[in-house]
T-cell receptor, first 111, second 115 residues
């Protein structure tokens, strides 16, 4: 089955700096790569996703890049704000609910 | 904004006891799921449910687990005889039919502690 590795497990940045979280996957057939944000006391919430037919997708301060050859994808958050502090999960797999989760990254944005 | 809700937020039980975790999916969704996350580990798929039956389950979802949609709003996960290793955060999710795949909406989770 698919194996997803996510790094780093914790990340601390200063407000205004950029944050990058990386995931690698093992299954070359994987074609859907969503990212989730989980705030304290809430469930994971989809924030951005990318499919294998594109290399980059951007939504305001959030972007995701995909390198299919190297089998890795990354979440980029620019101009970080304290409200970006949360746990971020990547997922990888086919277009179904059985996508494999990464272990999560605790992002802390310091004011 | 509609959201998935779960109760209780924290459940403590003795080993061997039965527990029922409850979820109220988003009202017009048709697909329902349970996931679990053991502390420090990844979120893992347990089961999916559609049209009043299980559509798929993982190897984790053995005979000790069952799911039910007893009425038009609740979706439950029952663990018949809890084991210590069942201690985890359990997430319910639901999705509609549009999108490929349809976006999953997750509840806040129930933390199950088996003593």
């Amino acid at each position: 089955g698919e194996n997803v590795e996510q790094h780093p497990s914790t990340l601390s940045v200063q407000e205004g700096d950029s944050a990058v979280i990386k995931c690698t996957y093992s299954d070359s057939a994987s074609n859907y790569f969503p990212w989730y944000k989980q705030e304290l006391g809430k469930g994971p919430q989809l924030i951005i996703d990318i499919r294998s037919n594109v290399g980059e997708k951007k939504d305001q301060r959030i972007a995701v890049t995909l390198n299919k050859t190297a089998k890795h994808f990354s979440l980029h958050i620019t101009e970080t704000q304290p409200e970006d502090s949360a746990v971020y999960f990547c997922r990888s797999g086919g277009s179904n609910y059985k996508l494999t989760f990464g272990k999560g990254t605790l992002l802390t944005v310091n004011p | 904004e509609p959201e998935v809700t779960q109760t209780p937020s924290h459940q403590v039980t003795q080993m061997g006891q039965e527990v029922i975790l409850r979820c109220v999916p988003i009202s017009n969704h048709l697909y329902f799921y349970w996931y679990r996350q053991i502390l420090g580990q990844k979120v893992e798929f347990l089961v999916s449910f559609y049209n009043n039956e299980i559509s798929e389950k993982s190897e984790i979802f053995d005979d000790q687990f069952s799911v039910e949609r007893p009425d038009g709003s609740n979706f439950t996960l029952k663990i018949r005889s809890t084991k210590l290793e069942d201690s985890a955060m359990y997430f319910c999710a639901s999705s509609g039919t549009s999108g490929s795949p349809p976006e999953q909406f997750f509840g806040p989770g129930t933390r199950l502690t088996v003593l």
